[in-house]
């Protein structure tokens, strides 16, 4: 059974680095063909594509956030790390991370969210 | 970037109805290497994560009832609820998958009339 679930900081400030971690379990991201990818939903609003990393350390970033994000794996802990620098609050978002297979594309297992607010 | 444009932005259907939703790519994500179109459709749900329900722009994901449908090809998709359920109130999207970024359409939110 495959399972991801977000973790990270409720209420980050203007200007600071956002991190969030997506701990997984039920797959292994040194397995072929494995990946996991980062989108984010405004309050009422539509979902948007961020980052996603492949088992073999290939990266993707939506080149509108690319300069801010930085994506990386801790295959030992299961893990999948995503960092935002310079948050606004127009970062203010509910965070999803979701399973995905190189040769396919769609999300098929996803987590929970963790919901981000930035405010002073 | 390919743009998805989904239409209508909302939709009110009386149960047991049909609903369809349409989606436009701003180019072909049609891949003629394969004849696959790398579109899938999700469902969000109030306060939930999205479903799959749709890949290569027509195959049912496993357990979606089959009243869901998926058709199109190149830049213009639909998804058909035939017979729509109480349960089926929901936002639905659509995603490219044929490049990056993987964009979704800006959502279209079905409700009962």
């Known amino acids: 059974q495959i399972t991801l679930k977000e973790s990270g900081p409720t209420l980050v400030k203007p200007t600071q680095t956002l991190t969030l971690t997506c701990t997984f379990s039920?797959?292994?991201?040194?397995?072929?063909?494995?990946?996991v990818g980062w989108i984010r939903q405004p309050p009422g609003r539509a979902l948007e594509w961020l980052a996603l990393?492949?088992?073999?350390?290939?990266?993707r970033y939506t080149p509108s956030l690319k300069s801010r994000l930085t994506i990386t794996k801790d295959t030992s802990k299961n893990q999948v790390i995503l960092t935002m620098t310079n948050m606004d609050p127009v970062d203010t978002a509910t965070y999803y991370c979701a399973h995905l297979l190189y040769n396919s594309g769609w999300f098929r297992y996803w987590g929970q969210g963790t919901r981000v607010t930035v405010s002073s | 970037d390919i743009v998805m444009t989904q239409s209508p932005d909302s939709l009110a259907v009386s149960l047991g109805e049909r609903a369809t939703i349409n989606c436009k790519s701003s180019q072909s994500v049609l891949y003629s290497s394969n004849n696959n179109n790398y579109l899938a459709w999700y469902q969000q749900r109030p306060g939930q994560p999205p479903k799959l329900l749709i890949y290569?722009?027509?195959t049912r994901e496993s357990g979606v009832p089959d009243r869901f449908s998926g058709s199109g090809s190149g830049t213009d998709f639909t998804l058909t609820i035939s017979s729509l359920q109480a349960e089926d109130v929901a936002v639905y999207y659509c995603?490219?998958?044929?490049?990056?970024?993987?964009?979704f359409g800006q959502g279209t939110k079905l409700e009962i009339k």
């Open positions: 290569w722009a027509s």
């Open positions: 995603q490219q998958y044929y490049s990056t970024p993987r964009t």
């Open positions: 990393i492949y088992w073999d350390d290939d990266k």
């Open positions: 039920g797959f292994s991201l040194s397995t072929s063909e494995v990946g």
